[in-house]
Nanobody
């Protein structure tokens, strides 16, 4: 059974940092690209960052470029999203997902499995 579980969310103040983790199980983590998305009530799920299978390529939404860093540890089946200089606009539920094939990082249809999400709240 394939499972992804996010952790590390919480309540922080503007300017603070958080590191989200994504624990994968049930299949060979290094065979899949990984993405982070976020969602707020009433809005579509929004792409945040993506990373290739062997960490050779990373992609970011313009809104987080320079502040967020995606990375992974395939030996531990872990993916991460380091979030610095957080803003109230970053408040959302954050999801990790994996994909066997990516044609467009932003498209949720490319992703096979999703975690249940972790809440990040940034106060001003």
């Amino acid at each position: 059974q394939v499972q992804l579980v996010e952790s590390g969310g919480g309540l922080v103040q503007a300017g603070d940092s958080l590191r989200l983790s994504c624990t994968a199980s049930g299949r060979t983590f290094s065979n899949y690209a990984m993405g982070w998305f976020r969602q707020t009530p009433g809005k579509d799920r929004e792409f945040v960052a993506g990373i290739g299978r062997m960490s050779g390529s990373t992609y970011y939404a313009d809104s987080v470029k320079g502040r967020f860093t995606i990375f992974r540890d395939n030996a531990k089946n872990l993916g991460y999203l380091q979030m610095n200089s957080l803003k109230p606009a970053d408040t959302a539920v954050y999801y990790c997902a994996d994909a066997a094939y990516i044609d467009t990082w932003y498209a949720t249809r490319n992703y096979d499995y999703w975690g249940p999400g972790t809440q990040v709240t940034v106060s001003s």
